[in-house]
């Protein structure tokens, strides 16, 4: 018995595809972050080799699940949605901080990707082609 297709394939939507550039340029941040710290590492007065190590290793694996997570999304998987929602909202956070303390510039460059990232998050076609199914179950 052949396996029924579907009769179209699902196209990825632009807001998905603006989600997942917003989180590539994230990871890049992050990556630019744990570079820093390696400069610190490698300096020549290093103020705490263990905590430059520790930052350094969470840096990368922060910027590694960033990218999965862009990854999974542009794939139309789920799970990909809690995370990115959880970050843009911490970067939101980070932003009103920022605002708050007289570093405009920073926040807004922090506030408008991720606000727009957060916003399109939310929206009909992106949960919709991230619930789509795949036979008779939903993708991951």
Not at 54 to 81: D, E, K, N, T
Request: glycine share 8%.
């Amino acid at each position: 018995m052949p396996i029924p297709q579907d009769p179209m394939p699902v196209r990825r939507p632009v807001a998905v595809v603006v989600i997942a550039v917003i989180l590539l340029a994230e990871a890049l941040a992050v990556a630019a972050l744990m570079v820093g710290y390696l400069a610190t590492l490698l300096g020549p007065d290093p103020l705490s080799v263990g905590g430059a190590v520790f930052m350094m290793v969470f840096l990368m694996l922060l910027a590694a699940g960033i990218l999965a997570a862009a990854g999974g999304l542009l794939r139309g998987y789920r799970w990909p949605r809690t995370p990115s929602v959880v970050l843009q909202v911490f970067l939101i956070i980070f932003s009103v901080s920022f605002l708050s303390a007289g570093a405009v510039p920073a926040g807004i460059l922090l506030l408008v990707p991720s606000g727009t990232a957060l916003l399109l998050l939310f929206t009909t076609p992106v949960v919709a082609f991230t619930v789509q199914k795949t036979g008779d179950t939903k993708t991951l």
